[in-house]
């Protein structure tokens, strides 16, 4: 059975929808900058891939606002886009036959960190009776499903940085197992936050060169410090290809396959060599049944940290083998930051729009080469190519490796 995707909705620092998103990716635009949602002032990291100028009342009720935390609202805003731009008639629609599955690393964490407060200074009558339903990690999930009236399975998947494509793959598998007609999936994250941010610096993963917010992020190049924290919301819909095609819907790429691994190695730093990478690369192509040299492009994990981007580098070479010559690899994140729970799903649109209109995002501020990262990051300028096939890599702490597949959909 296939799966098709139909629609996408996209809330990223660089584009407050897929349009403004795509067209930010191939033009190489950065939207990393200074952090404006909190005091940066005793904090040794001053930039992110912060959200400007989101008005939550354009697709939310005003009076709803202050009971969702951010990460929810996130969610519901990429809903709303993907759901309008999937053509779907929901006054038809079979709702228990739509499931929703999503990703997200932290959570309610601007909640945790709010409620917090109001405990230690205010003490625990002050806790507001939000509090739980805004944070937990489920809760964007099921947002959309009650504003939509969907009644499928309603899940959340958290496996760190690997939660979007989780989420995606195991939608894959609900779809083919005959358990819904339609998912609605993807990842969102809001972790720019004053919490995340010090945690994450005090364990020297994000880079702290704060000269040029733009050009912090620099994927696979030599003089790469660390990653940058953003923040955002990617939203797939999905649907087996017979329900898509009874209801003549715009199928924009085919979802082929999926495959999740462990380095079982450690808390933080991926195994040398990839091995793990190249296992979830494996499966997913596998999954897909794809000859290796059907896959012609990658949209890689691509953190900007010295481990990472080596061993992804690795991984890649240890599978293609002579074809990763041929292969072009590129790191959104390179403009984006890295969305943690959310990455995978900004990504996945990134693979869906290159499909669409045969153009490969960049790598930008990739200026001096690193003899361990050796492959063609399409530096700096999109690239056309005509896609055959694509791979979306997600690595997240603990080990998780989570790989999707799209290629073209064929009638």
């Not at 003549?248 to 793990?276: K, R």
């Not at 040299?293 to 981007?309: K, L």
């Not at 490969?360 to 501020?365: W, Y």
């Not at 999109?382 to 896609?387: G, P, V, Y």
Request: charge should be negative; aromatic fraction near 6%; hydrophobic fraction near 35%.
């Amino acid at each position: 059975m296939k799966v098709v995707v139909t629609g996408l909705g996209a809330l990223a620092p660089n584009g407050l929808s897929v349009p403004s998103y795509w067209e930010g990716l191939c033009s190489g635009k950065s939207g990393i900058d200074t952090i404006t949602s909190f005091d940066i002032t005793d904090f040794p990291i001053k930039i992110a891939g912060e959200l400007t100028g989101l008005e939550p009342e354009k697709f939310i009720d005003r009076r709803e606002v202050r009971k969702l935390d951010r990460f929810s609202i996130l969610a519901l805003g990429a809903t709303t886009e993907a759901i309008h731009s999937s053509g779907l008639n929901l006054d038809t629609l079979c709702k228990e036959r739509v499931a929703v599955i999503l990703g997200t690393g932290v959570g309610g964490i601007h909640t945790l960190e709010e409620q917090h407060t109001a405990l230690s200074e205010r003490g625990p009558r002050r806790v507001s009776p939000y509090f739980v339903p805004k944070m937990i990690a489920n809760i964007a999930a099921g947002h959309i499903s009650i504003k939509y009236g969907f009644q499928g399975p309603n899940q959340t998947v958290i496996s760190a940085c690997a939660s979007a494509n989780d989420a995606i793959g195991y939608s894959l598998r609900l779809l083919r197992a005959g358990d819904a007609d339609i998912v609605i999936s993807g990842g969102t994250e809001a972790s720019v936050s004053p919490l995340p941010m010090a945690g994450f610096a005090n364990m020297k993963a994000l880079t702290q060169e704060n000269g040029i917010p733009s050009e912090a992020s620099r994927p696979f190049d030599l003089d790469r410090k660390g990653f940058v924290m953003g923040e955002g919301a990617g939203i797939l819909v999905l649907e087996t290809e017979d329900h898509a095609k009874k209801r003549n819907a715009n199928i924009l790429a085919e979802l082929s396959g999926y495959g999740s691994t462990d380095d079982a190695y450690h808390v933080t730093q991926p195994i040398e060599g990839g091995t793990g990478a190249v296992n979830a690369m494996k499966l997913a192509v596998e999954d897909g049944k794809f000859n290796l040299t059907e896959i012609n492009y990658i949209n890689a994990h691509g953190t900007s940290t010295y481990y990472n981007d080596k061993n992804e580098t690795a991984a890649i070479r240890t599978l293609f083998s002579s074809h990763a010559k041929s292969l072009k690899v590129s790191s959104t994140k390179s403009m984006t930051g890295h969305l943690l729970g959310a990455s995978g799903a900004i990504e996945a649109i990134a693979c869906i729009k290159a499909i669409e209109t045969n153009r490969i995002p960049p790598t930008i501020n990739y200026t001096t080469p690193d003899p361990e990262c050796n492959l063609d990051y399409v530096p700096n300028h999109s690239e056309s190519l005509l896609i055959t096939g694509i791979l979306s890599n997600s690595f997240g702490f603990g080990g998780h490796n989570a790989v999707i597949a799209f290629r073209p959909w064929k009638k």
